[in-house]
């Protein structure tokens, strides 16, 4: 597309230099010259709106600068332990299937399980606080959810779900041992507060 209008571009130049040579002659340079600022401008305009394509903008979910976990592969995830309320509930994929292995062993809703871990996979960090991720207002303890997942990315990856921050749409994280604590939208926990016969395959 760009080389056609590159194209009628040279030829209509050539075309349009030789009628105002024939112009100057008859009419003088002022009306040469306003013809050929028109001219211009037309082949500029044409030019924007045809042949020009802005640089193409991220989506919102392409975005990975702020990602939390950037290396995360949900294809090759093995093995999901969710610990709440001081319950743990264990996931593993078995023949291509995720199952319920602890408390019970029963059939997950395998689109359920795939689904929390694209929640990790886009999940955003808002900002990074130095911490201690001890602090008491983190809510980093006892109440945490803690998730941990195998396989996803090349080392075990837990991430400890804490308290709301100030804002109340916003909750503070712990990733691995690291002692600093980020803050991302608390749609996250929402996800993983859920009891084990939330995530059965009930077909």
């Known amino acids: 597309m760009i080389l056609l209008f ?46 020009y394509h802005p640089p193409r903008q991220p989506k919102d979910y392409e975005t990975v600068k702020n990602r939390v976990v950037r290396n995360l592969d949900p294809a090759k995830a093995t093995r999901i332990t969710i610990t709440r309320l001081g319950k743990t509930a264990v996931f ?58 195998e396989g996803a990315t090349p080392s075990p990856l837990t991430l400890h779900l804490g308290g709301q921050d100030v804002t109340g749409a916003k909750i503070y994280l712990a990733l691995n041992e690291d002692a600093k604590v980020l803050v991302v939208n608390k749609h996250v926990r929402e996800t993983f507060d859920k009891d084990p016969d939330e995530l059965r395959d009930t077909a």
Request: net charge positive; charged share 20%; glycine share 10%.
């Open 6 to 51: 590159l194209t009628l571009g040279v030829v209509g130049t050539a075309l349009g230099v030789f009628f105002l040579v024939i112009e100057w002659r008859t009419r003088g340079p002022r009306y040469v010259s306003t013809v050929a600022l028109g001219l211009a401008t037309a082949i500029l305009a044409g030019w924007l709106r045809w042949g």
């Open 92 to 149: 593993e994929k078995q023949a291509g299937k995720w199952t319920l292995v602890q408390p019970v062993q029963y059939p997950a809703d395998h689109d359920a399980v795939e689904n929390l871990l694209t929640e990790l996979k886009m999940l955003d960090k808002d900002k990074t606080l130095a911490g201690p991720r001890t602090k008491a207002e983190f809510g980093l303890g006892k109440d945490a959810i803690v998730v941990r997942v």
